[in-house]
């Protein structure tokens, strides 16, 4: 049963996410932090720096979305997430679904074509990946 964009169904208790990954051996995490940023900046207002949690080996970036304030992670050290989608190393990012936050996760995936494969979900209690590709 597909579930309609708007809509967010929970999952044990917690909200779904929108997710995206980018395929990529050489863990490019400052080059792709650029790009997502840059979208970020782009499509969100009250954006605040990058924060690093070097032990956790994630990025947490605070913001505001159609006047609703989020975050969005980074991860660069969970490669086994997303294993029944794609195997191998990857950079995972990901925020709240509700609020249009697959829009967002969307646009950040259309932006990273261009380090790997690029896989989408607007709601990963579906489970159900789109594939972006890698651009020419």
């Given amino acids: 049963m597909s579930t309609p964009m708007g809509s967010v169904k929970r999952r044990n208790g917690m909200g779904c996410t929108a997710v995206g990954f980018v395929m990529t051996s050489k863990k490019p995490v400052f080059d792709v932090m650029g790009e997502v940023m840059d979208v970020v900046y782009l499509f969100c207002s009250h954006v605040r720096a990058p924060k690093l949690h070097a032990r956790l080996k994630l990025f947490m970036v605070d913001f505001e979305y159609k006047g609703t304030k989020r975050s969005l992670s980074v991860r660069f050290d969970r490669d086994d997430d997303y294993s029944n989608v794609s195997f191998g190393d990857k950079?995972?990012?990901?925020?709240?679904?509700?609020?249009?936050?697959?829009?967002?996760?969307?646009?950040?995936?259309?932006?990273?074509?261009?380090?790997?494969?690029?896989?989408?979900?607007?709601?990963?209690?579906e489970n159900e990946f789109e594939l972006f590709g890698m651009e020419d």
């Fill in 91 to 125: 950079i995972i990012f990901s925020t709240s679904a509700a609020g249009g936050g697959s829009n967002l996760v969307f646009q950040i995936c259309a932006a990273l074509t261009r380090f790997g494969y690029v896989y989408y979900t607007p709601n990963d209690c």
